[in-house]
Structures are given as structure tokens and as C-alpha cells.
């Protein structure tokens, strides 16, 4: 599981509390959506954004 945000700060706590919760195999993508977007990997947004 990634756990993904903005810039990466928030994903960060949110992936220890599922990793307390006992979820395995959890990551988080470094630098965030800004990072992926800055490297030129591509986003969609999914039809129900901004509901």
C-alpha cells in the first residue's frame, strides 16, 4: 500500500498509524503528488474529484 499526499508530510503519520493498526507492506511516495508530477509521471483525475 502507498499512502500518498500533497508533499508527503501528512502520508508519512497516516502510514505508521496503519502500520500500529497492523497493515503490512506500507510506504510512503517521497515527496508526495508534487514529486511524481515534478518527475514527469502522469496524473488523472478521477470523474468524482471535487465532490
Do not use: K, N
Not at 23 to 49: C, I, M, N, R
Amino acid at each position: 500500500m502507498v499512502v500518498v499526499c500533497h508533499s508527503g508530510a501528512r502520508a508519512a503519520p497516516a502510514a505508521a498509524t496503519l502500520q500500529d493498526m497492523g497493515f503490512g507492506g506500507v510506504a510512503v511516495l517521497d515527496g508526495g503528488l508534487t514529486a511524481w508530477q515534478d518527475a514527469g509521471f502522469p496524473v488523472t483525475e478521477h470523474e468524482y474529484a471535487g465532490i
